[in-house]
């Protein structure tokens, strides 16, 4: 009975994921140019657009993933292909070695926007969500060149809609953007430093507890929460004082401090100061080693503090529930970790599937876990993915097997 209870639940899993996939599928592409670099080139001169080239490599899994997930998408594809002429070079073949050299790539993959004369608009390293590459894009599509905007900024170029595009085109450049931030804001007047394109800068650029912006922001809450809301202010404090927690957590004294600091977040009153001080507690628990501790803290974060952009709460629920997995043989630890990750089903991803999958099994519930491996194998013969191969899911589902055979005997 437990055999056919647990077979349903596969059958219907794999249903729904697949009937949602269907529902998500995406019917175009980014188009890239066939071609020599010179020849791409000559048609960005002709039709007068810069260039967007994706330098990857054939053994890199985040490039297949960009590849696959994001290229795919309808909203990329129409964009790009209506501002860019797109081009890939493999990095390791052909003429991308001198690409490599000439653009100073050295991680993958690297995003380039180019100029049809050769010129740099803006680059970036790692491979991006959707929202996040169509925003590269939309800020690289101007065609002006870093070269350009730093010679602007340069000659005394300051005001705050310069200093948006300049800040989002200097992202993953060398150059030190926290001095920039801080020198534009010393020679700008205070009570600008509330205007919707300042906040924009301070939201994004500012991230030390000990700059005198923040310190600004600090003592005018109640100003920014009236024109930005409560919500946003909130958050903010808790990307700039997460600095502060792991400064602690690296000191030589982490559990004291961190204790020390947990205080400090108690005595406030903004809606994030409760998650800092619980993330406290989870950094104390992890430096003692004291995983059940470290499970309870964690649980009660994902609980009450749930992150609103669903991915990244996915992304950290799962790398939590992997990391306690590989430290942990405790039944109570482990029954805990299986609520955390039972989430997974929700996520069609099929390495958070498979961790949770690895719980059960760790539990024993091993009809439960090969059905999930199972299901996570159909999705990968139809949709493959870069951190998880059909080979692993299949060689996983003959170890829940022979467990289970062991387990009767």
């Known amino acids: 009975m437990k055999k056919m209870k647990s077979l349903r639940w596969g059958v219907c899993s794999l249903l729904f994921v697949m009937g949602t996939m269907a529902v998500q599928a995406q019917d175009r592409s980014i188009k890239f140019e066939e071609g020599t670099w010179a020849e791409i080139k000559a048609k960005a001169v002709k039709e007068n657009k810069a260039i967007f080239m994706d330098c990857y490599t054939s053994w890199c899994g985040p490039c297949k993933q960009l590849a696959r997930d994001v290229f795919t998408n309808n909203d990329v594809a129409d964009f790009y292909n209506a501002n860019f002429i797109n081009a890939k070079f493999d990095m390791e073949k052909g003429e991308g070695p001198g690409l490599a050299k000439e653009y100073a790539v050295r991680a993958y993959p690297t995003l380039l926007f180019i100029a049809a004369d050769g010129k740099l608009i803006s680059n970036r390293e790692g491979a991006l969500d959707v929202t996040a590459f169509l925003k590269l894009g939309k800020n690289s599509v101007s065609g002006e060149s870093i070269e350009s905007l730093l010679s602007t900024y340069e000659s005394g170029q300051r005001d705050a809609a310069f200093m948006v595009k300049f800040m989002n085109r200097m992202e993953g450049q060398k150059q030190n953007i926290s001095a920039i931030i801080e020198d534009y804001f010393s020679k700008v007047p205070q009570a600008e430093w509330s205007s919707k394109d300042n906040w924009y800068l301070i939201n994004r650029y500012v991230r030390r507890a000990d700059s005198p912006v923040f310190a600004y922001v600090l003592g005018h809450r109640a100003a920014y929460e009236k024109m930005y809301s409560a919500e946003a202010v909130s958050d903010y404090y808790v990307m700039v004082y997460r600095s502060l927690i792991e400064k602690a957590a690296n000191s030589p004294f982490p559990v004291e401090d961190l204790a020390d600091q947990r205080d400090e977040f108690l005595k406030m009153d903004f809606r994030g100061a409760g998650l800092l001080a619980l ?83 760790d539990l024993g519930e091993l009809d439960k876990a090969i059905a999930i491996e199972e299901t996570i194998l159909a999705m990968l013969k139809i949709k493959p993915d870069p951190d998880l191969s059909i080979a692993a899911c299949q060689q996983r589902i003959e170890k829940f097997q022979r467990l289970k055979e062991l387990n009767k005997n």
């Open 279 to 361: 993330e406290c507690d989870a950094a104390s628990a992890d430096r003692s080693k004291d995983l059940k501790s470290y499970v309870n803290v964690m649980e009660k974060i994902f609980q009450e503090y749930p992150n609103p952009d669903k991915e990244k709460h996915y992304e950290t629920v799962h790398y939590t529930c992997w990391k306690i997995l590989q430290r942990s043989g405790n039944k109570e630890v482990l029954q805990q970790t299986a609520r955390m990750a039972s989430i997974a089903m929700e996520t069609k991803q099929p390495a958070f599937m498979d961790t949770y999958a690895c719980v059960l099994a």
